[in-house]
């Protein structure tokens, strides 16, 4: 029932500026198909910014699943900001283990940041 993962990938902001990104996640299923948990991630680069949030996910399938996140990111002014997350994830499970190819998009004060990379993790 329990998710414990990390994600490292690339990020895009406004098809502008793009940064390396990484993060950790956890998740626990409220349901077989439905889960719900916490995370937080760092971009560095041509931008720099953290920031976490309540992810919520739903299996499409047992390996698609879908995610939407409500969080705050705050930029290197300090400047915090609401954050509205979509994408998605595969995952490829080995016994308890997984990694996950994953995409979404951030849309944070009229901006959109896509990330793209992969997630890896364990289930308990």
């Known amino acids: 029932r329990h998710q414990v993962g990390t994600y490292l990938g690339g990020s895009v ?3 502008l500026e793009a940064a390396y990104t990484y993060g950790l996640e956890y998740t626990y299923n409220l349901y077989p198909r439905l889960a719900v948990g916490a995370y937080y991630g760092f971009s560095g680069g041509d931008y720099n910014a953290e920031g976490g949030g309540i992810p919520v996910l739903l299996g499409v399938t047992e390996e698609f699943k879908l995610r939407a996140a409500v969080g705050v990111e705050r930029d290197l002014f ?3 900001k609401a954050l509205f997350r979509l994408g998605g994830q595969y995952d ?3 016994g308890p283990g997984y990694v996950s190819p994953a995409a979404w998009i951030d849309f944070v004060n009229h901006q959109e940041i896509v990330f793209f990379g992969l997630m890896a993790g364990m289930r308990f």
């Open 78 to 80: 300090g400047e915090d």
């Open 13 to 15: 902001k406004s098809g």
């Open 92 to 94: 490829v499970r080995f």
